[in-house]
Each structure stands twice: as structure tokens, then as C-alpha cells.
């Protein structure tokens, strides 16, 4: 038996060693596991926060964002604008190096602005670049953008890892298989569903982005790895197979009380999760239902039953972090929790206990939402509101909503728990401004306080007209917002792992860690 | 023989044909605009990228035409390119179809030697305290659903006692999906071969045997086995379509990467050519097995093959 063992153990040992480059990582590699892969190493590509969160890692962008997301210098450590907001002048960092060993300079950034407007396969965000129509190369470390009219929305996007920097020596098989940048991690192999390995940058030198470490990450190697069973990424956090991970949301009260690994939750994620409605029919064509609805809604309680203090109730359309948010300003027109006010307007209608309003409500799956859901369809059940919900992917839930704007018979309600995340104030121009992102609400008079948020330049003047969109979207019960942040905010990390960090929008940052202090 | 499986190989193609099809009209038998619902979350993609998207799918054309454009490029080899990133289809399948046809055959092994002896051997003890103990074991195995059975056989080897890992995909990290896999399909062949074997052994010809004074070793083997195993054979055709589409599960488990996550992932993400290419891709895996089990049923049952 005991040499039967042993044998075991020999012929692991010899398999273990010529599957070396699939085991586990070595003691050096940080190894994060997530539930999904990247789509693309090309920022062009996809738009996925997943995707996100590793071009971040590999790539340099113009600016950066502080612990605020305000756009900060990095790359270009300063930047000047015309009067008119059309032309800016971008003054970059001498000495930074491409993963392949050439310069990162402005032909690098004109490259990458080249590639967003090809006409043949442009950039999936195109459209957050702003009007560009030339990127002029002024001297290596200087570059020009010229646009066609004033964008604001460019700047705090140049600081978004949508905007990553792609180095010009990049060829065949970019995105797909090599990708070279000039980050802190550079990219040593991609297994499409599998992993991503890096190995740290050592000329890497950091002039904006959120890391305490000013220079090279401190471990040598970082692996990124999917796991999408929540309790199997638990199981590999507590075998330390993984050092972070997402944990099962169930148990986070479970692993805060055992103290056998730390949790961290994301701030200013820039996610917004709010109630929006079929507008184009009945009952949720009259203001007055919209607001049965948002009176009805106890955003605060449903909240910490189901999250605890992992998540909090949002007053704005736009979510804390970004540009214009304000709670306060915000709860003066947010629709508060008052039954009996909701009460008397589903009354109006004509709907009672006995005839209440029914209504679908489409909620997203995963990180409890669907429980979420049915604390709120007690809510309303509590006015006469009757709620069927139906639980959907995220696919499916853009569809259906899209469908529910487009059908304009029958009386039966739509409404839906939506989540979307951005850095600017922009998203309310792409979810509301016509034609709106799920054809929903729209008018000639939120276009045009949309359309001012674009171009006005002074910080003051935009917020200000920010704020007319949101009071306009609050009052009117288009955008009823719920909480924030609302989903891959929580990270549970192993005790020797010392200074991970998550930036704004959901970007962990690996430069400061050290493994084992 | 050869005409018999010509017959197979023919009526495969068929198959194969109506699948392609199939895989054509799929895009359009979603509701809603497929391109739209694909870039519904992408703030940033003007109009004139999604009709750029909706020509490159060929989505602008009739139905007849897509379906003749999908054949070329088929025949060429091209299941076309990934919605999100832009991959070769073929590439991105090919990475992953090794790695769940490994995990197909280790749970077969692990099914067939566990399942086949217990049924067996629950057979030749008919009514016995073994037999039932088995049968109760079998019908346990049967009724486990794999995510439960996963998860308690990773909490048990990869946490408890620390001998397996947890996830990824080295060979030592194909034990546990297989052992999930393989062992609810264990106790079907273990029903499956004691019902035959038990059918086999009140057989006239195997009466005879005994009859004649041969020894029950030699009867059991030349006779009961080989006439008892032909189901066996026949199951273990349609299991291992079964174990494809049931890896799904086990996959996700163990971040096993196999195409079944990625389908799952494909059509979360309204990524039609990936779910196409894994439609297609599967049907002729399931063909090919079907082909083969045939192929060795004859070899089995000569009464087959002069058919």
C-alpha cells in the first residue's frame, strides 16, 4: 500500500512536472481569479468591465484618475485648450518605454486615435472619443487633437482605460494573441478562457496613476485566472490557490467574522442601479404610475437585508464618483419612500388593493438581484402594485426592455432593475437623449439640456446643466435611482497579500502588493 | 459491414446539412434586432459600426443568400470571426474542443470500468443483499444532480484533505470533473448492464451452457458478457453526447475550459458565430461518436452487419 502511495505520489510528481505551464503559479505570481475573460487585449475591441480592469494593467493612458475619478496628468503631464474646447495640446513624459523596448511618444498616440477612426474596424467606443478630426504629432513628446465641436466628455475619457495607449510596433495577431503596451504588467501569454500571465514591468515608472508604488510592481508575476463558480473561487482563496477573488456574496458575513480573509469593497464605481419603464404604454405612460412606483420603493431597507453594508442607496441618476453627483441636490427631487403618496396616485388611476396595477419586473441575474428583486415586489405588493418578476442575463434583459419600449398595446406593465456604469455624466446622453439606448423616454426638451452637457466647458456651467438633467429625470420618474455599486465590487483577499486596492470604476491596482509583507 | 456503415456515414451527413441550417435560421429566431441586443450596453458605438457589424454577419441579405454565404465559407474552412474580439471562430473552438472531448472520454473510462462490473456483479448476485446494495447505490448515483455532486467531491479532495486542486486545467485538475462526470454515468451502465446481463442469463442458449456442465466462469464470459454488453455499447453512444452537453455544469465547476462554458458564456454574451460554430462543431462530434458506436455494434453483433 505504502509503496502503491508512493508511486501515486512519483507519477504525480512526473505529470505535475511536464504540465508545469498549467499548474498552479509560482510563490512570486499574484493570482487573481474572476468569474469571465477578457474579450479582447485590444481596447478597441470589446467594452466589457472585465476587459477593462486588464487593460488597465497593461496599457498607459493621456491621464489618469485620482481616488476622486477626476482626470489627472499621467502620460501627458499637461494639457492646454483653445477657448473654443476644439483643439487641445498634449504635453507627454519623456523616457517611457513600450513592452517591446521602443519609445512610448505622440506617434504612438496618433496610432492609437488612427486606429479608433479607422473606417473599416473602428473602435467599439468610437463615439466617447468625441468629434476627433485630426491627431497631429506636433514633436515626439507633443501632441495635438482637433475636434470638430466642443466634447467635454473626452477628457475624463482619455483617463478611462478605454483610451489605452497602443504602442505603434504592434502587428499581427494584436488583440488576439500579443499585445504590447507600456504598463506597469506586461503580457507574457493569453489562453483564451483560461488565463492571462504577466510579468511586471521593471523600467515601469508611475506619474498618475492610483498606486502608492512610483515605480515597478513589487512581485515579479501576476496571472489572472477564471473561476466562474463562486464557491469554487472560495474553495481556491481558502487552498490559496487564488490570493483574490469575488467571493460567494452568502458568505461574506461568514468570512468577516472568521477573519481567514479580508474584504474589500470597491468605491466610486461609477455603477448606478436604477428603475426604468415601458413609457411608449399604459399604466407607465402617466408620470403619475411611474411615481406609485418610486413612492413605494424603499431603496434603503431592501438593501441592507440583502447586502448588509456592502452596497448603498443612490440618490442620482449618475453615481457617486462621478462628475456632478450630488446627494443632495439629488434627494430634493427623488421620489421618497411614502406609501400612503403612492397611495393616492395609484387611486388617481384608478387602481386599488383589489385592482391593483400589474406590471413585469425584468431583473438582471447574479449577486443576489433576484433576491433583491422579491424585497421589492413585497414593497409594492404593499400599495397594490402587483409585480411578477421575471429573472434574465443581461442579454436577454437589454432585449426584452428594448421590446417592452417598442410594444405599444396591451395595459400590462414593464419595468426593469437596470445597471449601468460610466465615468461621466455622458451615460444619461446615451440612455435618454433620442433615439435612448432602449428606446425609452425621450423629449425634445431633455434633448436639449443633454445636448448642452457635451459642449460646455466651464466645470460650473456643465454641472449646473448637469443637474437640470437629473432633476428633469427624477421629477418625471424616467430614472429612478436605486443603489450603488451593483455587481464585481467585492473582493475577498488572503492575509499575506499587503496592498491591493481598488481604484474608481472597479480597476484593482497590483503595484503596491507584496506577497507575505 | 461496409454498406451498413456507409449507410451511417450518409445518413450522418444528413444530419450535419440540417444542422447547418438550423445554425442559419438561429440568428433570426431570437426576437429583437441580434446586433442591437449585442451592443445594447456599449455606450460609444455609433449607428454606423452596428449596420457595419450587421453587413460583416451578412444580416443585410435574404435568408437563402445568408444561408449559401455560411456554406462557402464553411467549405472553406471559416466559421467566421467572435463578435466580442474578433477571433477566428474555428481558432477559439479548437483551443477548447481538446480539452472537452478529454474530459468526455475520462469520465467513459471512469463510468464503464466502475459501472459495468458493479452491474455485473449485481446480475450474477440476482436478489441478493449485494444486488440491492448496488442498485440502491446505482439509483443514489443516478439521482445526484453534478453540481452537487461536484462541489462536495471538490470540498472533500481540493479543501479538505488538499489532494487535488481547485481549478484550472493541468491533467491533475481533470480528476475531479471526471470523477463527477463519470460517476453518475457509472450508475446508469451499472443498471443498464445488470437489467441485460439478468435478461441474458435466462436466456435459452445460456441455460444450455450450463446445462452442458461448462464452468459458470467460461459461460459468463463467452456467453453472458458479450450478448449482454450490446446495449451497453448502444448507451454508450448516447452517453457521451449526454457527458458533452452535461460537462456544461462540471465545466463551470472546475473551470474545466472546455466549449461548453464557453457556449454558455457565447450566448450571454449574444455572441451568434460562437454559438453557431458550437452547434455545428458538436453535432459532428456527436455524429462521428454515433458512427462509431455503430461501427463496433456490428463488430459485436454479426446479425447486424450482414443486415
Known amino acids: 500500500m505504502i509503496m502503491n502511495r508512493l508511486a501515486l505520489k512519483q507519477t504525480a510528481a512526473a505529470l505535475g512536472a511536464v504540465f508545469a505551464l498549467a499548474g498552479p503559479a509560482t510563490a512570486e505570481d499574484i493570482v487573481w481569479a474572476r468569474y469571465g ?34 482626470p489627472v496628468p499621467h502620460f501627458a503631464k499637461s494639457w492646454t485648450a483653445n477657448d473654443a474646447g476644439t483643439e487641445y495640446t498634449f504635453n507627454l513624459e519623456g523616457g517611457v518605454m513600450c513592452h517591446d523596448g521602443t519609445p512610448l511618444d505622440a506617434n504612438d498616440v496618433k496610432y492609437t486615435i488612427d486606429a479608433a477612426f479607422d473606417e473599416t474596424t473602428p473602435s467599439l467606443t468610437k463615439g466617447s472619443w468625441g468629434p476627433i478630426t485630426a491627431a497631429e504629432v506636433i514633436d515626439p513628446l507633443t501632441i495635438k487633437l482637433t475636434l470638430e465641436s466642443p466634447f467635454v466628455a473626452m477628457i475624463p475619457f482619455l483617463a478611462d482605460s478605454f483610451s489605452s495607449i497602443i504602442c505603434d510596433t504592434n502587428g499581427e495577431g494584436f488583440g488576439t494573441t500579443t499585445a504590447i503596451g507600456s504598463g506597469p504588467w506586461k503580457l507574457v501569454s493569453w489562453t483564451k478562457g483560461d488565463r492571462l500571465v504577466f ?5 515601469y515608472t508611475n506619474f498618475g496613476k492610483l498606486a502608492d508604488n512610483p515605480g515597478a510592481p513589487y512581485e515579479d508575476g501576476l496571472i489572472i485566472t477564471v473561476v466562474p463558480e463562486p464557491q469554487a473561487r472560495y474553495a481556491a482563496l481558502t487552498t490559496g490557490e487564488v490570493h483574490i477573488a469575488e467571493p460567494p456574496f452568502d458568505d461574506v458575513p461568514a468570512i468577516k467574522d472568521s477573519g481567514e480573509l479580508d474584504i474589500i469593497v470597491a468605491e466610486n464605481t461609477g455603477q448606478n442601479v436604477f428603475w426604468e419603464f415601458a413609457v411608449h404604454r399604459p399604466p407607465f405612460n402617466d408620470v403619475r404610475a411611474r411615481l406609485a412606483v418610486a413612492h413605494a420603493t424603499d431603496a434603503a431597507t431592501a438593501i441592507s ?11 442620482c441618476p449618475i453615481s457617486r464618483g462621478v462628475f456632478g453627483n450630488d446627494q443632495d441636490f439629488c ?23 383589489d385592482k391593483p396595477l400589474e406590471t413585469a419586473l425584468l431583473v438582471w441575474t447574479g449577486g443576489n438581484r433576484q433576491k433583491l428583486g422579491e424585497v421589492f415586489q413585497a414593497q409594492l405588493a404593499e400599495v397594490g402594485i402587483k409585480a411578477t418578476i421575471e429573472i434574465m442575463d443581461i442579454g436577454s434583459l437589454n432585449a426584452r426592455v428594448r421590446q417592452e419600449n417598442e410594444n405599444t398595446e396591451g395595459t400590462t406593465g414593464s419595468m426593469d432593475m437596470m445597471t449601468w456604469s460610466w465615468y461621466d455624466p455622458d451615460i444619461l446622453y446615451a440612455l ?75 480597476y484593482p491596482i497590483f503595484s503596491d502588493i507584496k506577497i507575505g509583507g | 459491414m461496409w454498406r451498413f456503415i456507409g449507410t451511417r456515414v450518409a445518413m450522418g451527413a444528413l444530419t450535419i446539412w440540417v444542422t447547418t441550417m438550423l445554425v442559419t435560421l438561429l440568428i433570426h429566431a431570437v426576437p429583437g434586432d441580434p446586433v442591437q441586443i449585442m451592443y445594447a ?45 474578433g477571433q477566428p471562430v474555428l481558432e477559439v473552438i479548437m483551443q477548447r474542443l481538446p480539452n472537452t472531448l478529454v474530459l468526455a472520454v475520462a469520465s467513459m473510462f471512469i463510468a464503464i470500468v466502475i459501472g459495468v462490473p458493479i452491474g455485473f456483479l449485481a446480475a450474477y448476485r440476482e436478489g441478493t443483499i449485494v444486488d440491492i446494495g448496488l442498485m440502491v447505490l446505482a439509483i443514489a448515483g443516478i439521482s445526484m444532480p453534478h453540481f452537487w455532486l461536484g462541489l462536495m467531491l471538490l470540498f472533500f479532495f481540493a479543501l479538505e484533505l488538499g489532494w487535488l486542486p481547485v481549478s484550472g486545467n493541468g491533467p491533475m485538475n481533470l480528476i475531479l470533473p471526471a470523477l463527477t462526470l463519470g460517476l453518475s454515468n457509472a450508475a446508469i451502465f451499472a443498471r443498464l448492464t445488470r437489467s441485460s446481463m439478468i435478461d441474458v442469463m435466462n436466456q435459452d442458449f445460456v441455460q444450455t451452457a450450463f446445462a452442458k456442465g461448462l464452468p459458470k466462469a467460461i459461460v459468463l464470459r463467452r456467453h453472458v458478457l458479450r450478448a449482454g454488453l450490446l446495449p451497453v455499447v448502444t448507451m454508450m453512444g448516447l452517453q457521451f453526447a449526454f457527458m458533452m452537453g452535461g460537462a456544461i455544469v462540471v465545466e463551470n465547476i472546475f473551470s474545466w475550459n472546455g466549449v461548453g462554458r464557453m457556449a454558455v458564456e457565447a450566448i450571454f454574451q449574444r455572441d451568434y458565430p460562437i454559438i453557431q460554430g458550437f452547434i455545428l462543431t458538436f453535432s459532428v462530434v456527436v455524429v462521428v461518436v454515433a458512427i462509431a458506436v455503430d ?13
Open chain 2, 41 to 85: 450596453q456599449s455606450q460609444g458605438t455609433t449607428p454606423e459600426q452596428i449596420e457595419q457589424v450587421r453587413r460583416s454577419l451578412g444580416l443585410d441579405r435574404s435568408i437563402p443568400v445568408q444561408y449559401l454565404m455560411y456554406l462557402e465559407r464553411l467549405f472553406q474552412g471559416d466559421l467566421g470571426n467572435t463578435i466580442r474580439g
Open chain 1, 305 to 315: 437585508l440583502i447586502y448588509g453594508d456592502l452596497s448603498i442607496p443612490e440618490n
Open chain 2, 295 to 307: 461501427a463496433l455494434y456490428a463488430v459485436l453483433d454479426p446479425r447486424i452487419r450482414r443486415a
Open chain 1, 37 to 70: 475573460d477578457i474579450d479582447s487585449l485590444d481596447p478597441h475591441r470589446a467594452t466589457s468591465t472585465l476587459s477593462l480592469q486588464v487593460w488597465s494593467l497593461m496599457y498607459d493612458t493621456l491621464l489618469a484618475m485620482d481616488a476622486e475619478g477626476n
Open chain 1, 432 to 506: 435618454w437623449h433620442t433615439p435612448g439606448a432602449y428606446r425609452g423616454y425621450t423629449s425634445p426638451e431633455l434633448d436639449a439640456i443633454l445636448d448642452e452637457t457635451r459642449v460646455l466647458t466651464d466645470p460650473d456651467a456643465r454641472k449646473a446643466k448637469v443637474q437640470e438633467a437629473m432633476k428633469y429625470l427624477l421629477e418625471n420618474a424616467i430614472h429612478v435611482p436605486l443603489y450603488t455599486p451593483g455587481w464585481e465590487w467585492v473582493f475577498a483577499v488572503r492575509p499575506e497579500v499587503e496592498g491591493f486596492k481598488v481604484a474608481p470604476f472597479v
Open chain 1, 331 to 353: 434627494a430634493q427631487y427623488r421620489p421618497a419612500y411614502d406609501p400612503e403618496k403612492s397611495k393616492e396616485l395609484l387611486a388617481e388611476l384608478g387602481y386599488s388593493m
Open chain 1, 199 to 203: 510579468e511586471k514591468n521593471a523600467d
